[in-house]
């Protein structure tokens, strides 16, 4: 068995070849990306506004926020639904209470595609966030292009210049950033950039184990307005009880709601609602 570490290194070695069949068109993408203007804003569907105020006593009894994501695969799960339809999978999502929506769009690992976000976008009203491996500007405007209004940053997966340019690019573009860490050394870097939405995966990237104590050691790292977002591993309004105390904003959950028949009432047990 292969470690996530070798996989991931796998995994950047594709996305390499597939910016090689993006950069041609290049100038198309950039251009068509600074016309957009319909953008949901993924910050405030999280919280965002409220870091805007003085936060009061009891701050962080509310409920989470939940970024749910249509997920037909993963490298470690394998298949998680036979029979997909990301369409009804979204509107499922929005009508149980969702406050964003993750949609895989690499084809290869986790058997998704760009244009799922195109098409989800056309019945749901809530943000989208363009989960894939993002190591190329080109991928930005691509994202732009087809729907996106976030994007996935893996600061494990990129150099620190690299990161600072891309997040500079999302910037530029209006997109907000999910930016991702795994460790402490990842989530300093991260501090060290405009970042303001930083995700703690709870899963560890060499071995698949995943612990939410990631979440409650890495939480204690994160200052002032920034969001913070709690993913992998999340099942049960137990396993958000313990995130909302140690001080998430939300939490990004695929498997749990997409092997639920009821959504609602498991986005409700999520929710703390």
Same mark, same amino acid.
């Given at each position: 068995?292969?470690?996530?570490?070798?996989?991931?290194?796998?995994?950047?070695?594709?996305?390499?070849?597939?910016?090689?069949?993006?950069?041609?068109?290049?100038?198309?993408?950039?251009?068509?990306?600074?016309?957009?203007?319909?953008?949901?804003?993924?910050?405030? !569907?999280?919280?965002?506004?409220?870091?805007?105020?003085?936060?009061?006593?009891?701050?962080?009894?509310?409920?989470?926020?939940?970024?749910?994501?249509?997920?037909?695969?993963?490298?470690?799960?394998?298949?998680?639904?036979?029979?997909?339809?990301?369409?009804?999978?979204?509107? !499922?999502?929005?009508?149980?209470?969702?406050?964003?929506?993750?949609?895989?769009?690499?084809?290869?690992?986790?058997?998704?595609?760009?244009?799922?976000?195109?098409?989800?976008?056309?019945?749901?009203?809530?943000?989208?966030?363009?989960?894939?491996?993002?190591?190329?500007?080109?991928?930005?405007?691509?994202?732009?292009?087809?729907?996106?209004?976030?994007?996935?940053?893996?600061?494990?997966?990129?150099?620190?210049?690299?990161?600072?340019?891309?997040?500079?690019?999302?910037?530029?573009?209006?997109?907000?950033?999910?930016?991702?860490?795994?460790?402490?050394?990842?989530?300093?870097?991260?501090?060290?950039?405009?970042?303001?939405?930083?995700?703690?995966?709870?899963?560890?990237?060499?071995?698949?184990?995943?612990?939410?104590?990631?979440?409650?050691?890495?939480?204690?790292?994160?200052?002032?307005?920034?969001?913070?977002?709690?993913?992998?591993?999340?099942?049960?309004?137990?396993?958000?009880?313990?995130?909302?105390?140690?001080?998430?904003?939300?939490?990004?959950?695929?498997?749990?709601?997409?092997?639920?028949?009821?959504?609602?009432?498991?986005?409700?047990?999520?929710?703390?609602?």
């Amino acid at each position: 068995m292969k470690t996530f570490g070798n996989k991931l290194d796998e995994i950047i070695a594709d996305k390499r070849i597939e910016v090689e069949a993006l950069l041609p068109r290049l100038d198309e993408l950039k251009g068509a990306a600074r016309e957009r203007e319909d953008f949901r804003s993924f910050f405030t !569907a999280l919280g965002g506004t409220l870091r805007d105020q003085e936060l009061g006593e009891g701050y962080g009894t509310n409920e989470l926020a939940v970024i749910a994501e249509v997920k037909k695969a993963s490298p470690s799960a394998g298949i998680i639904a036979e029979d997909f339809d990301h369409i009804a999978i979204a509107k !499922a999502y929005e009508e149980a209470g969702a406050n964003a929506l993750s949609i895989l769009t690499d084809e290869k690992y986790f058997k998704g595609h760009l244009s799922y976000l195109t098409e989800i976008r056309e019945v749901v009203d809530l943000p989208l966030l363009r989960k894939d491996f993002i190591i190329h500007e080109s991928q930005i405007y691509e994202a732009v292009v087809s729907g996106a209004d976030a994007i996935l940053l893996i600061v494990g997966a990129l150099e620190q210049e690299e990161l600072v340019h891309l997040l500079d690019v999302a910037n530029q573009c209006q997109l907000d950033v999910l930016t991702e860490v795994h460790d402490l050394e990842e989530m300093e870097r991260a501090l060290e950039t405009e970042a303001n939405i930083i995700g703690v995966n709870n899963r560890n990237l060499r071995t698949f184990e995943v612990d939410l104590g990631t979440t409650e050691s890495l939480s204690e790292e994160v200052t002032g307005e920034c969001i913070l977002v709690s993913e992998s591993g999340i099942y049960t309004g137990e396993d958000t009880a313990k995130i909302r105390m140690w001080g998430a904003d939300a939490i990004l959950v695929g498997e749990a709601l997409m092997r639920s028949e009821d959504k609602s009432a498991r986005m409700a047990e999520l929710k703390g609602s």
